[in-house]
């Protein structure tokens, strides 16, 4: 059974930066395509990062691109998403999300739910000013 933990969430200061961790477990290939989507309140979830982690283009929401940057330790199955420069519409519950099967090489367009069969619990974020 498939896995992901996230973590790294709480309240940032707007102008300030975050880093989320995920922990993808119960999975033992390599290779696996990766989402980060995010729901703010009232709003539907936003796919802002999709990773295919054998290589390939990795998709950037415009609301993040440019502030975004993310890493893996393929060593132990742990991601890594940094937000920098945050304002108020970043406030949001962050989710991570995989598909071990990841039949995309390249991310052309944004991630839908509907792409990833696991989740993670999510982790919120809150930007104040």
């Known amino acids: 059974q498939v896995e992901l933990k996230e973590s790294g969430g709480g309240s940032v200061q707007a102008g300030g930066s975050l880093t989320l961790s995920c922990v993808v477990s119960g999975y033992t290939y390599n290779d696996y395509c990766i989402g980060w989507f995010r729901q703010a309140p009232g709003k539907e979830r936003e796919g802002i990062v999709a990773?295919?982690?054998?290589?390939?283009?990795?998709y950037y929401a415009d609301s993040v691109n440019g502030r975004v940057a993310w890493s893996r330790d393929s060593a132990t199955n742990l991601l890594i998403l940094q937000l920098r420069n945050l304002n108020s519409e970043d406030t949001a519950i962050y989710y991570c999300?995989?598909?071990?099967?990841?039949?995309?090489?390249?991310?052309?367009?944004?991630?839908?739910?509907?792409?990833?069969?696991?989740w993670g619990q999510g982790t919120q974020v809150t930007v104040s000013s």
């Open positions: 999300a995989a598909d071990p099967k990841c039949p995309v090489s390249d991310w052309l367009r944004a991630p839908t739910t509907g792409d990833f069969p696991y």
């Open positions: 990773i295919a982690t054998r290589g390939g283009r990795s």
